[in-house]
């Protein structure tokens, strides 16, 4: 039998997020998230709920019309900034309900 040696608990969760970073998944969800630092704390006031579909679609749900109207002349560039900060182009297009 081989003898294994205990790891710490950093080493492992390390591992465990460098395995699935590179998943489309965790990636698109990276984006939902970083949704917040894009667009600030007083347009996030508005969002109800956000998440991005297998398409590569980011959905957000704004409680205002308009801030909907207003973002939605601003969609490619939220889209830029987001896929510059996962570092992969994740988010194809963002659709505003």
């Known amino acids: 039998m081989k003898k294994t040696y205990p790891k710490l608990f950093s ?6 997020v ?14 939902s ?4 630092e894009i667009v600030g704390p007083g347009v996030n006031r508005y969002t109800l709920r956000r998440y991005v579909d297998d398409l590569g679609v ?3 749900f704004i409680t205002s019309a308009p801030l909907k109207n207003e973002l939605s002349f601003h969609r490619e560039t939220i889209r ?8 992969k182009d994740v988010i194809n297009d963002i ?3």
Request: charged share 20%; proline share 0%; glycine share 2%.
């Open 95 to 97: 659709q505003l309900h």
């Open 18 to 31: 460098k395995q699935t970073s590179d998943s489309d998944n965790f990636l698109r969800q990276q984006a």
């Open 33 to 36: 998230y970083l949704w917040t």
């Open 80 to 87: 830029q900034k987001l896929n510059s900060l996962i570092g």
């Open 11 to 16: 080493e492992i969760f390390d591992s465990v």
């Open 58 to 60: 980011l959905h957000v």
